[in-house]
């Protein structure tokens, strides 16, 4: 089973920071990985999909990119809205089974 | 527009099953797989299996395999998932969530649309 690693798994920043996570797979998942943010108490969102695409309506300041193993979410200039929980999905085709990482908080310093 | 309604909430005691279901509105439901995804409190998220609302099949993560059933009713596009030999440990909010992959048509999986959960409380 491919394993999903997310670091760091908490950050606090600034509003106007750029706001970077990274996720890790332990077997190359080529670009099949996508993010999604979670609020407190409500249903995940699907932000970026194959690592790099933004899922319509989705603000521009996210933004995804890598493939193989490693990959990178970024919020270039985090809002207080931004306030959650994300998280990175990796997905097979063949079977088509998914996998999440663990999660990263992010918070307002 | 596109929504999946969940049912409420479920007290089972340790042993027994539960089965939730997931109410597809705004698009056609046997063309979108449907997911079914859980969160235990505090936790992360945690992919349970899909079902193929066109022809019923199924593809369940190794951890309930033997423990989880997913079917569907396609008259009243309704999706169930069903969890049995429950123990504290499946204490969770349990979603549904729709693949936007229409027909499976393209290579790319997500999840596009999801229901807001159902609260599963086991105790005894």
């Known amino acids: 089973d491919i394993q999903m690693t997310q670091s760091p798994s908490s950050l606090s920043a600034s509003v106007g920071d750029r706001v970077t996570i990274t996720c890790q797979a332990s077997q190359d998942i080529s670009n099949y990985l996508n993010w999604y943010q979670q609020k407190p108490g409500k249903a995940p969102k699907i932000l970026i999909y194959d690592a790099s695409n933004l899922e319509t309506g989705v603000p521009s300041r996210f933004s995804g990119s890598g493939s193989g193993t490693d990959f990178t979410f970024t919020i270039s200039s985090l809002q207080p809205e931004d306030i959650a929980t994300y998280y990175c999905q990796q997905y097979n085709n063949l079977p088509l089974l998914f996998t999440f990482g663990p999660g990263t908080k992010v918070d307002i310093k | 527009q596109v929504q999946l309604v969940q049912s409420g909430a479920e007290l089972k005691k340790p042993g027994a099953s539960v089965k939730v279901s997931c109410k597809a509105s705004?698009?056609?439901?046997?063309?979108?797989?449907m997911y079914w995804v859980r969160q235990a409190p505090g936790q992360g998220l945690e992919w349970m299996g899909w079902i193929n609302p066109y022809n019923g099949g199924t593809n369940y993560a190794q951890k309930f395999q033997g423990r989880v059933t997913m079917t569907r009713d396609t008259s009243i596009s309704t999706a169930y998932m069903e969890l049995s030999r429950l123990t504290s440990d499946d204490t969770a909010v349990y979603y549904c969530?729709?693949?936007?992959?229409?027909?499976?048509?393209?290579?790319?999986?997500?999840?596009?649309?999801w229901g807001k959960g159902t609260t599963v409380t086991v105790s005894s």
């Open positions: 705004g698009y056609t439901f046997s063309a979108h797989y």
């Open positions: 969530a729709r693949d936007w992959n229409e027909r499976q048509l393209a290579d790319c999986q997500y999840m596009d649309v």
